[in-house]
């Protein structure tokens, strides 16, 4: 008798095992994805001028923030974005890398318009793929936006 409950609850219970593990893993991807559109906005806000350089170590960096998960899905959308004597944004300079570009860029920054000022967008996504439920879910895509005021100047230009 307590071999066939037994029987009957081992599968269960693996199944729940197994669930709780890809989880737990799908938790700390999103927390990884937090974590590299923080990194990447600080790396970009911080001196007055990026170059292309400094902007791929800065993607680079991104990129490292999602070790040891696997980063081939990594995406990131960066935006610097000045507001004028008015109020009013205008995008500065752009750079897109292994994702769709956020459409809304400027009325994202609506609440953060002050005239003479400037801001930095970043936007990462993440798609994470369950170890054991894939037969349940093929993915989980993560988007985290993060911004950054400059640290010199109210805005960060690009300088090739």
Same mark, same amino acid.
């Given at each position: +008798?307590?071999?066939?409950?037994?029987?009957?609850?081992?599968?269960?219970?693996?199944? +729940?095992? *197994?669930g709780v593990?890809?989880? %737990?893993?799908?938790? !700390?991807?999103?927390?990884?994805?937090?974590?590299?559109?923080?990194?990447? @906005?600080? !790396?970009? @806000?911080?001196?007055? $001028?990026?170059?292309d350089?400094d *902007?791929? &170590?800065?993607? /680079?960096?991104g990129?490292l @923030?999602f &070790?040891?998960?696997?980063n081939?899905s990594? %995406?990131?959308?960066?935006?610097?974005?000045?507001?004028?004597?008015?109020?009013e944004? /205008?995008?500065?300079?752009?750079?897109t *890398?292994? +994702?769709?570009?956020?459409?809304?860029?400027?009325?994202?920054? &609506?609440? *953060?318009e002050?005239?003479?000022? %400037?801001? #930095? +967008? =970043?936007?990462v996504?993440?798609d994470?793929?369950? !170890?054991?439920?894939?037969f349940?879910?093929?993915?989980? @895509? $993560?988007? &985290? =936006?993060?911004?950054?005021?400059?640290?010199?100047?109210? =805005? =960060?230009?690009? #300088?090739?």
């Amino acid at each position: +008798m307590a071999a066939v409950e037994a029987a009957m609850i081992f599968p269960i219970m693996t199944l +729940m095992l *197994l669930g709780v593990y890809d989880l %737990g893993s799908a938790i !700390l991807a999103n927390q990884k994805t937090i974590r590299a559109s923080q990194v990447v @906005a600080d !790396l970009v @806000a911080r001196g007055n $001028m990026i170059t292309d350089s400094d *902007l791929n &170590e800065a993607i /680079e960096a991104g990129r490292l @923030a999602f &070790e040891p998960l696997n980063n081939t899905s990594y %995406g990131v959308d960066i935006v610097s974005i000045r507001f004028d004597d008015d109020g009013e944004s /205008e995008i500065v300079w752009r750079e897109t *890398l292994n +994702m769709t570009p956020v459409a809304d860029p400027l009325t994202r920054v &609506e609440a *953060l318009e002050d005239s003479n000022e %400037g801001v #930095v +967008m =970043v936007s990462v996504n993440y798609d994470y793929v369950p !170890l054991f439920a894939k037969f349940a879910v093929n993915s989980f @895509a $993560m988007q &985290e =936006v993060a911004f950054s005021r400059g640290r010199r100047s109210p =805005v =960060v230009n690009r #300088v090739p």
